[in-house]
């Protein structure tokens, strides 16, 4: 296990923040609390923990979405005061317009920036193929299974080639043949050009099949981040395979000492116990 603290050079650096929130009766609950992390450029880190522990208000800090009520967040050395432009953000429940297609989805990224339709329509073809669905373009999202819709949002985000990657459970709603080839495409993707990625992750077996490192966080409230493991399994990877070999079931081992008792203590205090 390897303790990573914030550096001025980091894609993104949380630097001892703490999230809390107002609550009706005028109370505040403090959902996270003193949270440094650091995810180098190019590096793809992980975070898993209980449910309801924070992994998601993490990731809307970094995406500038939230403020901090304490501590700060750097995005490549500078101070981020407001939405992180420099990030792409893939949420876990379809981002599409019902009414276009695919094609049109994937383009609309660059159109809003000004890019002309006819060149934002062959870029988006050209990132359609990427993904797999190059003849799938005039589709509209309903005429799309779950994995196809997945793979249009990830062209939609990956389009406009931010420097850093939000990822919050994207492949959640997949079944699991389906997040398989999900996240081996991710990986053949990322290779390319080796954005910084934060991805959050209720599957442990997911984070460290993809990952450079995986965070682990405590049950709430007032979460902290416990733990910060090196994964050092040798890429390229397939994951099918790579969770065949003995490093893989010793680090999963070791992460899951730690996670299953903060899972054991989230479920707790869930049933009020």
Known sequence: ????????????????????????????????????????????????????????TLLNIAAGLLAPAAGSVDIFGSRLDDLN?????????????PWK???????IGLEIVGVPQAEARGRARDWLGKVGLGAFGDRYPHMLSGGQRKRVGLAQVLIRDPKILLMDEPFGPLDAQTRQIMGNLLLELWSADR???????????????????????SAGP????????????SRPRDIADIKLSPEFHDLHR????????????????????
């Open 222 to 233: 007032a979460s902290r981040i416990i733990g910060d493991w090196r994964v050092t399994l």
């Open 1 to 56: 296990m390897t303790a990573t603290a914030a550096t001025n050079d980091a894609a993104v650096a949380l630097n001892g923040v703490d999230v809390a929130f107002r609550l009706a009766d005028g109370g505040v609950f403090r959902a996270v609390s003193n949270a440094t992390l650091n995810v180098a450029d190019g590096e793809f880190v992980s975070i898993v923990g209980p449910t309801g522990c924070g992994k998601s």
């Open 195 to 217: 954005k910084a990625v934060l991805f959050v992750t209720h599957d442990l077996e997911e984070a460290i099949a993809l990952s450079d490192r995986v965070v682990i966080m």
């Open 101 to 107: 297609t695919a094609l049109e989805n994937v383009a």
């Open 85 to 97: 432009r420099q990030a792409g953000y893939l949420f876990q429940a379809d981002a599409l317009f």
């Open 254 to 273: 070791d992460i899951w000492h730690m996670l299953k008792e903060e899972v054991v203590k989230g479920y707790a205090q869930a049933e009020g116990r």
